[in-house]
């Protein structure tokens, strides 16, 4: 099975720096994806890392390390509407050359940011 | 603009009595998915579908059943809803492979009385 583990709730004040972690085991990684979710809407996708490394979109970034089978999510200049959840997923594949996968999610991080 | 659209956005049914959930989509992604999400929790990959190749996860109950008649629809059939069963159903799509995210629609919520 898949065994993805993130801090259930986190909070910050507007304007700053929040770094959200997930940590991941699993057999097949293909991938992992960040997602945020308001309550009561879909998930909304956010990043994504394949590779070990660092991924910036804006005020978001994403890092990837396989081996430690170890991600964050990093926001910036959190703005009152950040406040969300944000779920880390894992793409697993059955089949090595396959890039069909399933998704698994972490339970998610509820972010709050107080002004 | 290209979307997945679930249909109803509410849902109440009575207990033990069947229901189905539908979802379309306009991308023309040939993977869909549903997921179960209960308050606070993760969503929970019940199957998928690949083009009209079936999918299912090995902890999805038999209660739960899935149809595909073509690439832009996919229905969930519940056959006897229990009150466990009261939670968030979502519906993705993908594209198979690379950086592509899923694209989720907007969910139906289920409440069983």
Redesign the interface.
Known sequence: GQNIDQPTEMTATEGAIVQINCTYQTSGFNGLFWYQQHAGEAPTFLSYNVLDGLEEKGRFSSFLSRSKGYSYLLLKELQMKDSASYLCAVRVTADRGSTLGRLYFGRGTQLTVWP | DAMVIQNPRYQVTQFGKPVTLSCSQTLNHN?M?W?QQKS??????LF?Y?DKDF?N?ADTPDNFQSRRPNTSFCFLDIRSPGLGDAA?Y?C?T?R????Y???????T?LTVV
Do not use: D, W
Request: proline letters at 3%.
């Open positions: 993977v998915y997921y606070s929790q993760a969503p929970k990959l998928h690949y999918n996860e968030m979502l993705a993908s198979v492979g690379g950086s995210g899923y694209t989720f629609g907007s969910g919520r």
